[in-house]
Every structure is written in C-alpha cells, then in structure tokens.
C-alpha cells in the first residue's frame, strides 16, 4: 500500500471553529489532492499541490484553504466550519506522470454540528 | 470539459452471478481511465486502469473492463460475484485540463450481493 496517512480520522466540530487536516506521504510523490467524497456526488477536488508551496483550487474550493511546505505533508484548512463541510475527506498522491494512478489515504470523516 | 458517467446508482446480483457496471466517460482523445473500488469505511483502491493498447485489461480481485472507443464506454465486468465483491465502483478519468493531472470521478455505483 501507498504510504499515506491522513490525521484526524474522524472528527466533530462546531460551525465557526478553525479546522486543518493532515496528510503526510512517504512516497515522495510531486501531486498531492484533496477531495471530498458526498452521497451522490462522487468524490470532487477541492484543491491539489503540483509541489512544495505550489497549490491550486480545484472544483469545490470555496471556504477551503491549503499549504505545503514539505514534499510529504499537504494540510486542508477550513477557516470557519460550515454544515455544508460535513463530509468525507480523501488526500490522494500521484508522481503526476499520465500513466499513473493516484493513491488514496483511508479518509477523514468530518462532522460540522 | 471531461465527465464520467456511471448510469447505475445501485445494483443488486445474486453471488456466482455475472456482473458489468457501466462507465461512459467524454473526452475527444484517447482517454486514461480507472476503475477504484471502495469498501465501506475504506479508501479507493485501484482496481485496473487503462492507458492504450489492448483493449480488454484485467484487474485484481478476477475484474476485467473493456475499452469501447466508438461507444465511449470502459465497462467493468466479474464472470462470478463473490459476497465479499460488496463494495461501491467509482470509473474515473484523467483530467488534461490545465496542470492538475487529477482524476475525474463518477457518481459511484454501490454492489450488494445477495446470498
């Protein structure tokens, strides 16, 4: 298995508090991705990192922030928590080539009460 | 812009049944395409991919999918289910759109397997 931890694995929160998720890689890999996966929706890209300090915004990244100031670890921030953020979270890697696929860590299941 | 379609949301087949779930992707060129199963309280894991070459790629866990370029389709298919093939199916594609090299994904069809 890909070496990708994501920390926390579940958490609650109150609407309006600051929260930051953690992903850390061991593969050296150059992409790291954020999604969210939603009932019905599929898993959409909130933001991605194409190397340390560079990052974009993907489909769905309002009220999302993030940063990478290591190869190894990308953080997901949500500066103010809504309802509308409960989800699961995906951090996935790839060594960004076309002919490989990304790796995905096991999740971070957020609830914003 | 690139999408996946995946039509079914829920299928249900008996184990030792035959299985094919549908992806539909669009994208003018030749497509790199994925199939991830995901368990439940799991990650994505990779089922098999498609890069170019022979059409028909087999997967772990006794998948296979096909390639259908006039159809647009890339289809996954079990000869015999197992129970514990249980699982929800995402068909993802590659974005080429700017620098993001991110899959697409599809909604996801979830697999129940009755006894």
């Known amino acids: 298995d890909a070496g990708i931890t994501q920390s926390p694995r579940h958490k609650v929160t109150e609407t309006g508090t600051p929260v930051t998720l953690r992903c850390h890689q061991t593969?050296?890999?150059?992409?790291m991705y954020w999604y969210r996966q939603d009932p019905g929706h599929g898993l959409r890209l909130i933001h991605y990192s194409y190397g340390v300090k560079d990052t974009d915004k993907g489909e769905v990244s309002d009220g999302y922030s993030v940063s990478r100031s290591k190869t190894e670890d990308f953080l997901l921030t949500l500066e103010s928590a809504t309802s509308s953020q409960t989800s699961v979270y995906f951090c996935a890697i790839s060594d960004g080539t076309g002919y490989t696929e990304a790796f995905f860590g096991q999740g971070t299941r957020l609830t914003v009460v | 812009a690139q999408s996946v379609t995946q039509p079914d949301i829920h299928i249900t087949v008996s184990e030792g049944a035959s299985l094919e779930l549908r992806c539909n992707y669009s994208?003018?060129?030749?497509?790199?395409l994925f199939w991830y199963v995901q368990s439940p309280g799991q990650g994505l894991q990779l089922l098999l991919k498609y890069f170019s070459g022979d059409t028909l790629v087999q997967g772990i866990k006794g998948f296979e999918a096909e390639f259908k370029r006039s159809q647009s389709s890339f289809n996954l298919r079990k000869p015999s289910v197992h129970w514990s093939d249980a699982a929800e199916y995402f068909c993802a594609v590659r974005n080429y759109g700017g620098s993001q090299g991110n899959l697409i994904f599809g909604k996801g069809t979830k697999l129940s397997v009755k006894p």
């Open positions: 994208y003018g060129a030749t497509p790199y």
């Open positions: 593969e050296n890999h150059r992409y």
